[in-house]
Structures are given as C-alpha cells and as structure tokens.
C-alpha cells in the first residue's frame, strides 16, 4: 500500500477530486493548509501599506492506495493540479507497511 499526500493551489482541488474519481479513487482526507517553497510567498499592499504573506493558503490531500492503484492516482492528481506556475505544489508518496479498519478488525488492503 501507498500513502500518497498531494499539496495544491486550492482552485484546483475540484479539478483533482475529478480526475481521482475517474481512475477510481473512493475516498480520501483533505484538509486547507498554509505553506511556501522557493516562491517565498508574496508582498501585498492593504490601505496604502505594504506587508509580506509568508503563508500562501494551500490544500493537502491525503489518500491511502493499493500498489497498483496508486500509480494512476499521482498521474491524476498531477494532470489536474499543473498550471505550470510557480507554486503548483508537490506530491509525495509513501509505503504504508498496514491499516485497520476499526469497526471491523480489517487489516491491509481490503481495510483502505
């Protein structure tokens, strides 16, 4: 099992959620975060004042997958999320060594 978490641009994610539904991706955690790599986020200028935003609003999502099922996962979310801008985000994947599912003692893959 993979352990794929993707950080995007937030107008994105409903792009995301469908291209995820359409290689079969059932469920998945997704929650607004605040963050920056190299673009270092941004200067504003509110009320004549200029002030830096070190924390650009992001999203991140989590998803735990089969093997096989995981590489179509990243291709998707990947597809969807590209601007080609700076900022696009990143995905990183994971080995997941188990998971239960608790209501029902389920181990690995049929728990996911």
């Known amino acids: 099992m993979k352990k794929i978490e993707a950080i995007i641009k937030p107008f994105k994610m409903e792009d995301v959620k ?3 539904a359409e290689v079969g991706v059932e469920g998945m955690t997704v929650t607004e975060v605040k963050g920056f790599g190299r673009q270092k986020g941004h200067t504003e200028i509110y009320r ?3 002030y830096t935003v070190d924390f650009l609003p992001k999203v991140k ?3 735990v997958l089969g093997d ?4 179509r996962a990243v291709a998707a979310i990947v597809r969807a999320a590209k601007t080609g801008k700076i900022g696009d985000g990143k995905v990183f994947v ?3 060594e188990d998971a239960i599912r608790i209501r029902t003692d ?3 893959e049929s728990a996911v």
């Open 106 to 108: 389920e181990h690995g």
């Open 68 to 71: 096989e099922q995981a590489e």
């Open 61 to 63: 999502i989590e998803l």
């Open 18 to 20: 469908e291209a995820l």
């Open 48 to 50: 004549g004042s200029e």
């Open 94 to 96: 994971s080995s997941i």
